[in-house]
């Protein structure tokens, strides 16, 4: 499996733009993009995934390059309960049913008045 | 509303005294997954189910099992819980939509294991 790499920490402020890189150079043709969200004592949740170019829902944006070796995550005008550890996965389904996702270390948000 | 729910949220067990963790879902998602979350670490995947046919990761202890009587409930029993057990638990699904789908994984809240 494609193993991630994402910053330890990001700090911001109330109403300001946040991307998130991702590195993922081992990537495998099969490989999704996804990225979840996990506040404190609570399980993660779903955020966003991609395969390629740019993918947009509710509550962000994923940019994925031609080469896919990374990813970012954008968070347009964050508030306070933005803050939680965002994860970035790699993953592909397993043979005979269900999807595998290994998760990194993930970066740990802050949004700050 | 269609959910995964896991009992207890908190669980408080003795060493070396199995223990069983329950999670239900009303989403009728065929796989089911646990993970071990430890403090400050990212969720590990124990195993996983893909409807009856349970899925070991290769580096998960025996120590830990997992049972699934049917589509909504899955379980999770330590034989034998050590110190180093002591971790949130998740219980996660998902429907397989089949071969080149990828689907999001829906988690519970988790439970909370201590190991006195």
């Known amino acids: 499996l494609a193993k991630t790499t994402q910053p330890i920490s990001m700090d911001s402020y109330e109403g300001q733009e946040v991307n998130i890189t991702c590195s993922h150079n081992?990537?495998?043709?099969?490989?999704?993009i996804t990225w979840y969200q996990q506040f404190p004592s609570q399980g993660p949740r779903f955020i966003i995934q991609?395969?390629?170019t740019k993918v947009t829902n509710e509550v962000a944006s994923l940019f994925i390059p031609a080469d896919r070796k990374s990813s970012t995550l954008s968070l347009p005008r964050v508030s306070l309960s933005d803050t939680a550890v965002y994860y970035c996965?790699?993953?592909?389904?397993?043979?005979?049913?269900?999807?595998?996702?290994?998760f990194g270390t993930g970066t740990q948000l802050k949004v700050e008045l | 509303d269609a959910m995964v729910i896991q009992n207890p949220r908190y669980q408080v067990t003795q060493f070396g005294k199995p223990v069983t963790l329950s999670c239900s879902q009303t989403?009728?998602?065929?796989?089911m997954y646990w993970y071990q979350q430890k403090s400050s670490q990212a969720p590990k995947l124990l195993f996983h189910?893909?409807?009856?046919?349970?899925?070991n990761e290769a580096d998960t202890p025996d120590n830990f099992q997992s049972r699934r009587p049917n589509t909504s409930f899955c379980f999770l029993d330590i034989r034998s819980p050590g110190l180093g057990d002591a971790a949130m638990y998740l219980c996660?699904?998902?429907?397989?939509?089949?071969?080149?789908?990828?689907?999001?994984?829906?988690f519970g809240p988790g439970t909370r294991l201590t190991v006195l």
């Open positions: 996660a699904t998902s429907r397989d939509a089949g071969q080149n789908s990828y689907n999001e994984q829906f």
């Open positions: 081992n990537i495998a043709t099969n490989d999704y």
């Open positions: 991609g395969y390629k």
């Open positions: 996965l790699v993953g592909d389904v397993f043979t005979g049913g269900g999807n595998k996702l290994t």
């Open positions: 989403l009728n998602h065929n796989v």
């Open positions: 189910y893909y409807d009856k046919d349970f899925n």
